[in-house]
């Protein structure tokens, strides 16, 4: 099976259609008026696509099991034509596309079996997937061509050379997965005065992001939220309270990072913990949601311009 324990549960739709054709208007009066032998074919046929959407990961090997918070059938019937939508959702790590078609072609299956001893010609003709929604496929945010954006590494021992950065690149590597260049990378030890400078410096250079990675812990070196905290206009405590949810979630240990995220000015600023691991869960957790505030920032301004 697919490894999708770096994913996050978010609300995720899926609608599948099935098309089932009959030979004759005798078939649809038998099921319209419930003369079918073999019983009320549009309520069989829905108890059995329910039951197939709740099976779905039974029956096919590489479905991941997952919560079916809603299913609804229904049906029209359009001439001689029977279509059965299936709708699904669920609030989990990945979509229920499967789910859906499956409970559709269990669906037109259970019609097809019951009305075969009246109608010699009945056929299911398609299914397929109407539509999908949820995950992180749905968010399309992106930056404008000259986004400058820096990546900082705080850490003693790599801005000595005694280690090697793989935090800092492991970012770099991300960001440019959506489509932001980094501008600047840059290695300096956990000094507040250095990294408060440094924030001033790509500041004045109109950065538009900085992310900071190392000195989120507890040791005493660790001293980049002080840093950063003083030179913010407008905190944003939801950015780092997703990535520690998300975090903890993965490892126990991720409710001890002590990162913050906001604006300075119109720059923002993230602090992401040093560990190779508390990097990437952080990039997952707030990438490419995070990149949604400058259009909300791009909107406050122009309101503000508006009112002058």
């Known amino acids: 099976m697919v490894d999708i324990t770096h994913k996050f549960n978010t609300l995720r739709k899926a609608v599948a259609l099935a098309i089932l054709k009959v030979s004759t208007l005798d078939t649809i009066d038998a099921i319209h008026n419930k003369k079918v032998p073999k019983g009320d074919v549009f309520e069989f046929s829905r108890a059995s696509g329910l039951l197939a959407i709740k099976k779905t990961s039974d029956m096919v090997p590489d479905c991941h099991p997952l919560p079916i918070e809603y299913a609804h059938i229904s049906y029209e019937v359009v001439d001689l034509t029977i279509i059965i939508r299936v709708e699904v959702h669920t609030i989990y790590k990945t979509g229920v596309e ?16 019951m009305l075969k001893p009246i109608d010699k010609g009945v056929e299911i003709t398609s299914v397929k997937l109407e ?22 590494v705080c850490s003693d021992t790599v801005s000595s050379g005694i280690k090697e950065d793989r935090s800092g ?58 840093a950063i905290r003083p030179l913010l206009d407008q905190e944003i405590p939801g950015v780092m309270e997703t990535a520690r949810m998300y975090g903890q979630q993965r490892t126990p240990l991720a409710m001890l990072s002590r990162g913050i995220a906001g604006f300075m000015e119109n720059m923002l600023i993230m602090t992401l913990p040093g560990s190779v691991g508390g990097a990437v869960e952080t990039m997952d957790a707030l990438f490419p949601a ?5 259009n909300v920032r791009k909107g406050m301004r122009h309101e503000e311009k508006e009112k002058e």
């Open 131 to 152: 539509s999908k929604k949820g995950g992180k496929s749905d968010l399309i945010e992106t930056v404008k061509e000259g986004f400058k954006c820096a990546v900082i």
């Open 169 to 226: 690149k492991i970012i770099v590597n991300k960001l440019a997965k959506y489509g932001i260049t980094t501008s600047e990378y840059v290695l300096i030890p956990d000094e507040k005065d250095i990294i408060q400078e440094k924030a001033k410096n790509f500041l004045a250079q109109g950065y538009q992001m900085i992310l900071f990675t190392g000195g989120t812990g507890l040791s005493l070196r660790d001293v980049t939220p002080e």
């Open 98 to 113: 499967v789910e859906a078609m499956h409970g559709a072609m269990n669906v037109a299956l259970t019609i097809y079996d």
């Open 290 to 294: 995070i990149l949604h505030v400058f």
